[in-house]
């Protein structure tokens, strides 16, 4: 199965950028790198998502290493409100789907 | 649009008992998924339905049955419950089973089973 690892938790400052690591040594050419954040007491929500290329949308970035056997998520400017935990994932394309959560990095933003 | 909804948010169960989460979305989504989460830890696949009439096992899914009523409909069910289910149940859509789609959670039910 495909598996992440990423830290157990980050503090950031308000305002200020957030890097958020995420290895993933055993990914297969076709599993694309998924983000998901969980507000306390809520489903989780997606964020990005990318298969070789670095990502950007509204939310954050995606940084994919040359290797594809690390990724970054970068949030530009952390508030308040992005304090949850964030969940690094593989989806693979073929096979037995298997969508595998690890136990995320819970980000603490600082006011 | 609401999205994903669940019922109900909360329940508590005696061992043995039986209960049916219900899940439906209204996206027009072809999969749906069922997880259960536990006190700090990831989300756990228990069973998927990549369309409509299909249903299959997932990470850990014993305890446990599923049925697709229809394409808006998912449900679970626990035939006799112990206290090892007691978690959070969350129910997801994506659009097909393609892996980059983006998986729309619900709001969850919590589950206690004494």
């Known amino acids: 199965d495909a598996k992440t690892t990423q830290p157990n938790s980050m503090e950031s400052n308000e305002e200020e950028p957030v890097h958020l690591p995420c290895n993933h040594s055993?990914?297969?050419?076709?599993?694309?790198i998924h983000w998901y954040r969980q507000l306390p007491s809520q489903g989780p929500e997606y964020v990005i998502h990318?298969?070789?290329s670095n990502v950007n949308n509204r939310m954050a970035s995606l940084a994919i290493a040359e290797d594809r056997k690390s990724s970054t998520l970068i949030l530009h400017r952390a508030t308040l409100r992005d304090a949850a935990v964030y969940y690094c994932?593989?989806?693979?394309?073929?096979?037995?789907?298997?969508?595998?959560f690890g136990t995320g990095t819970r980000l603490k933003v600082l006011a | 649009n609401a999205g994903v909804t669940q019922t109900p948010k909360f329940q508590v169960l005696k061992t043995g008992q039986s209960m049916t989460l219900q899940c439906a979305q209204d996206?027009?989504?072809?999969?749906m998924y069922w997880y259960r989460q536990d006190p700090g830890m990831g989300l756990r696949l228990i069973y998927y339905?990549?369309?409509?009439?299909?249903?299959d096992k997932g990470e850990v899914p014993n305890g446990y049955n599923v049925s697709r009523l229809n394409k808006r409909e998912f449900s679970l069910r626990l035939e006799s419950a112990a206290p090892s289910q007691t978690s959070v149940y969350f129910c997801?859509?994506?659009?097909?089973?393609?892996?980059?789609?983006?998986?729309?959670f619900g709001p969850g039910t919590r589950l206690t089973v004494l």
């Open positions: 997801a859509s994506t659009l097909d089973w393609a892996a980059y789609n983006e998986q729309f």
């Open positions: 055993t990914i297969s050419g076709t599993d694309y």
């Open positions: 990318g298969l070789t």
């Open positions: 994932i593989l989806s693979r394309t073929s096979g037995t789907y298997k969508y595998i």
């Open positions: 996206m027009n989504h072809n999969s």
């Open positions: 339905s990549a369309s409509e009439g299909t249903t």
